[in-house]
């Protein structure tokens, strides 16, 4: 079995060196999915929310908290991104906003907590503009879709039917 990596032989947490690693290409896709009443679907599908565009501010914001994840992750390192995406689907016949957020990073650490933060973040954005008409929004499946580069190469989460 490995050993947890931000933990030292004592047990006491410590930040991973990554001095010694390649510089590679690594990209992380992450998802999450913000269910709520159909009336509140209504408004983000008809762009009528009286608070504005609210999935142009949650991109936005999901954006921005990849690019601060080191700040609310305590043990991350400060990536230079190259591109942080968010994407948004509407199903309205479940009332759900389902997100996709993609991270880039040349560099020698994962996008993985950055891609994470990006859609949780952003899932967060759109409870926040829409809680005034549906405080039971429930935000689920945050969730790693897939992460390629670095020594450990690709992994992809294997399909359950219900993504």
Known sequence: MSRLTHLDERGAA???????????????????????????????EQGAHQKGDVLAVARVA?????????????????????AVDIDFELDVP?????????????????????ALTAVTVAALTIYDMCKAVDRGMTISRVTLLEKSGGKSGTWKRAATGDE
């Open 94 to 114: 479940s009332s759900a906003v389902h997100l996709r957020g993609c991270c880039r990073v040349s560099g020698k650490t994962g996008v993985e907590m950055e």
């Open 14 to 44: 410590h930040m991973v060196d990554v001095g010694g690693k390649t510089v590679t290409e690594r990209v992380a896709v992450a998802a999450a999915t913000v269910t709520m009443q159909a009336q509140t679907m209504a408004l983000l």
């Open 62 to 82: 999901g954006i921005q908290a990849a690019k601060k994840c080191s700040d609310l992750i305590p043990l991350c390192h400060p990536l230079l991104l190259n």
